[in-house]
């Protein structure tokens, strides 16, 4: 038999987070939920998107890209801001992606409030033509009127979204507005071939836990 109830379930309960860019002939207008920008390198390797693997320093120079089988094969990496966004009219809780460029307003904002929690954002392409130029426009939304949700776990999304295995994921919160994906190159070698990166999948519990802030795991070698 069916069990019944008269409560919704909570926020987010029981799925994950797509990853939205700006379309093509239309605007995406959102809140952002998260506190600050998420950055990462990223390769368009094998058919899709993944994260780029080199170490490199804070400043995104290049320290040793030994370990990243794409930087390997001469592929070119690019750098991508991600920040949690709520549609207030679909009630979709989603990541937005961006170039480093098109997020340079969000980087103004930040420095400008404090943090990007409650702006509200406009992304469009005024040429609408595919991977044209993205204008991005912001002010504060009114969230006496708007119902926020909290931030979900933005690298745990992201690594569900890239089918990464969750224990081959170190976070570095030491500089927040360069935070990237650090891989445990150990964990990564011995995970790479397994089907789908199913062993150690993050739980969605484990993504709507977060709240907005990057927390530092220590894991075993």
Not at 184 to 206: F, W
Request: aromatic share 6%.
């Amino acid at each position: 038999m069916p069990t019944w109830r008269t409560e919704l379930p909570p926020e987010g309960k029981n799925r994950g987070y797509d990853l939205h860019r700006t379309p093509t002939a239309a605007s995406l207008t959102a809140i952002i939920t998260s506190d600050d920008l998420l950055v990462c390198d990223t390769h368009y390797w094998h058919g899709r998107t993944t994260p780029c693997e080199r170490e490199c320093n804070t400043e995104g120079r290049t320290i040793d890209d030994s370990h990243c089988p794409a930087c390997l094969e001469k592929a070119a990496w690019r750098s991508h801001v991600y920040v949690s966004a709520f549609d207030a009219k679909n009630r979709e809780h989603f990541i937005f992606e961006c170039t480093t460029h098109a997020a340079k307003i969000f980087k103004e904002y930040h420095d400008a409030a404090g943090t990007l929690r409650g702006c509200i954002f406009n992304a469009s392409r005024p040429k609408a033509t595919p991977n044209g130029k993205v204008c991005i426009v912001t002010h504060a939304a009114d969230l006496s009127k708007t119902f926020l949700p909290a931030a979900p776990d933005v690298v745990a999304a992201l690594a569900v979204i890239w089918r990464l295995p969750r224990k081959a994921i170190d976070q570095t919160p030491e500089a927040a507005c360069a935070t990237r994906i650090a891989p445990n190159h150990h964990r990564l070698k011995s995970m790479r071939n397994q089907p789908d990166n199913a062993a150690d999948p993050p739980t969605i519990g484990e993504i709507v836990a977060g709240n907005g802030e990057l927390r530092k795991r220590t894991l075993p070698a």
